[in-house]
């Protein structure tokens, strides 16, 4: 084995190698020091005291918990401390505070499961959009707070990424930067599947796991369509529509490439444009046949497409949104999601 000296020695002359082994040294730390392990939890919050409220409800000893307070400042501060859950004090935040917080948090991290804390859910409602996992109360009558933070804790731990998945993140978000897709899209996507997934029963992490990777990745072949097509502001022509449709086979391979991701993800990439009715592609499946994570993913991301800005029009409202899903209920998406996904969203 190479001691330090000698590892100096080599790298002294050959800074490559160098920039390597720091690369390896960083992730060896992140991955194996013992602060990776604690679970960090950001709390925003104007009044103080209230992490106190919260290592109550949980009691756990490998929680550290973090205050920060509600002022723009406070972002960049709870970026550089890498939360693996936020809990945001809602009644102590503006409006565009916590806009922009989550909106910044949802691109920085991987995977943050985000909490509101607050009364007034009417007011939430509009949060919703930004993929808060869930809504507390932060008072000790709050019998249910508990059980949403060990919920979040025990998701955010399965879905830490590996390598492989870092490297597919890089072209995901390549993949939306070349379409007329922001570079959020794919990121908000995975958000909303997880919210549907769980809002429809469903608790099997490894399935939660395979969804947020297959939504996460849905486009990811979009990054061997010509930008000519992918950034088409009018109505594609026949066959540019047909080079669009490749995306999704082509995405089944990237993901799946010398088992980099699972069979399960891949097919969720691959059949994510299947029409309930049998109608879609690329292989025309219908009502069951599809895949329920890919049932899942159509849903997510028609909602998010709707609801965002594209360079040619403003985006829908979630009312809007609604009624879409609605009006193709049973056609193109499979209707117990849709109504599981529109109870979820209105609250109801
Ligand atoms: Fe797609
Ligand atoms: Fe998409």
Do not use: C
């Not at 104007?46 to 109550?56: A, M, T």
């Not at 399935?207 to 369509?225: Q, S, V």
């Not at 994510?272 to 499946?285: I, K, M, Q, R, S």
């Not at 895949?291 to 800005?309: E, M, W, Y």
């Amino acid at each position: 084995m190479l001691e330090a000296k000698d590892i100096r020695e080599i790298t002294d002359n050959n800074a490559e190698l160098a920039a390597v082994l720091k690369l390896g040294e960083a992730i060896d730390i992140k991955e194996f020091s013992e602060e990776k392990r604690k679970i960090k939890i950001a709390l925003l919050s104007s009044e103080s005291g209230k992490e106190h409220l919260i290592h109550y409800m949980i009691g756990k000893e490998n929680i550290t918990i973090k205050s920060f307070p509600a002022s723009r400042d406070s972002l960049s501060e709870i970026l550089k401390f890498y939360p693996d859950i936020l809990i945001v004090d809602t009644d102590t935040v503006s409006d565009a505070l916590l806009k922009n917080l989550l909106y910044n948090l949802h691109l920085a991290y991987d995977y943050t499961p985000i909490i509101l804390a607050g009364r007034n859910k009417q007011r939430l409602y509009h949060f919703w959009q930004y993929g808060v996992f869930d809504i507390i109360d932060l008072n000790l009558q709050d019998k249910k707070a508990d059980n949403i933070i060990d919920t979040a804790i025990r998701l955010k731990n399965t879905l830490t990424v590996n390598f492989e998945e870092n490297m597919l993140d890089y072209l995901a978000r390549i993949s939306d930067a070349k379409s007329i897709e922001d570079v959020g899209h794919s990121k908000r996507v995975a958000i909303y599947a997880l919210n549907l997934a769980r809002a429809s029963g469903i608790n099997d992490e490894q399935f939660l796991r395979n969804l947020y990777l297959g939504a996460k990745y849905h486009d990811i072949g979009k990054i061997a369509i010509p930008e000519s097509i992918t950034r088409k502001r009018g109505a594609l022509y026949k066959n540019e529509y047909e080079i669009v449709k490749r995306h999704t086979i082509i995405g089944y391979y990237i993901v799946t490439h010398y088992g980099m991701l699972s069979e399960e993800v891949g097919e969720i990439v691959k059949h994510h444009h299947e029409w309930f009715n049998g109608t879609g592609y690329p292989d025309e499946l219908k009502g069951n046949e599809i895949p329920l994570g890919a049932r899942i993913v159509a849903i997510a991301d028609a909602f998010d497409a709707i609801t965002s800005t594209r360079p040619y029009r403003e985006k829908k409202t979630f009312d809007y949104a609604i009624n879409e899903l609605l009006k193709f209920k049973g056609i193109q998406f499979d209707p117990d999601l849709v109504d599981n996904f529109v109870r979820l969203i209105t609250m109801s």
